[in-house]
């Protein structure tokens, strides 16, 4: 097919969008912005929010606002805005902190409540960084000891001596989707709980947290959420579980009675207890208005439109890009993949920066890994096809540039040696 034909073809899947219109509830320009996945464009609702929150709620009632403006109870009643967006009814999901910190409250609390003669933590074994760092911290300081596993194979490793399973819903990396269904009800089937990171899964794709019965779940909101900068994280804990959740983070706001300061800790009901100290109010805030743009939106239409945007742009780099020039690493099957396209390539740094300088933003994760994020809200076909023609552009450049055949191996190394910062190819971001 022509370049001209895939062209035509973006424009009527665009005409033809039942969520076109949703970009309009964002702050864009005419970017290629393939990097949702790891910061959120920013919703239009969030700055005239965050103003009033600044200026009436903080300047004018000042504490007044805890009560009269519900900043108290904005942890428990924003977790019931993204628990709706992940499966889960009201009740169940808090939102604070960081993930890092709610893996640590997770996988502290699964391990108590597994018991004694379960020894083990099973971690996903291409898990993101920080779940592995806490799991470590956590085993060691529960006298547990912790096991990669890959992700795939859990269900089959999962045995009498297991406390809890760690799995990443979507891999960050690859952008493949582990099967949360099977995974839960094996752990289930052997006496263990499971602890889910929906990072890279919560407002891409259907998580039906309750109806797989998942014990305890986290994820961030400044991915598909559009929280913002560290934008405050969650922490969705079984409602059946909720009174055995023991805490390794008992702070006072997780205390039934918090202005009573008693001395003696005695947990709150509900996802309260999942709390450690003070809100962050702004961040809460600027994320409970970018929670605005999902009025309306179901998420199996946000389903649809998200594989469709990645078999359309893997389907344009296959027509653009020289054979070979570069390989998804995300699977082609429907059933595994979540939203993004990753595609290993020599100089994949580079390749990256220049990509940027011509406003087609993803990122680079070393040392050979182009990351394209798509978030139906807002990216429009036109933007898949026109990142993929880019992409051959500059890799014909770079190829042009060392000298080497189109289609080969180049010749610089992909990798550290010689790497642009960080910052220019997004590998500051997550
Ligand atoms: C899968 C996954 N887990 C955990 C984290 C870390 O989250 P935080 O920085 O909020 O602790 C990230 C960050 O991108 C992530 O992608």
Redesign the pocket.
Known sequence: MSDDLLRERAGRLDAADGLAKIRDRFTLDETVYLDGNSLGALPATVAPRLRDVIEREWGSLRIRSWDESGWWTAPERIGDRIGALIGAATGQVVAGD???VNVFKAVVAAVRMAGEERTEILVDAAT?P??GYLAESAARMTGRTVRPVGAGDMADAIGERTAVVLV?HVD?RTGRLHDLAATTAAAHAAGALVVW?L??SAGALPVDLDAHGVDLAVG?SYKYLNGGPGAP?YLYVRRDLQPRFDSPLPGWNSHADPFGMSPDYSPADGSARGRVGTPDILSLLALDAALDVWDGVAIADVRAKSLALTDFFLECVERYVPSGRVSSITPAAHGQRGSQVALRCDDAGEVMRRLTARGVVGDYRRPDVLRFGFTPLYTRFADAELAARVLADVLREVDEEAGTEPGTASAEPGGEAGAPSGHDTGEGN?
């Open positions: 960081s993930t890092s993101f920080t779940d990443n960050y990171d990072c890279h961030c994280a997550r």
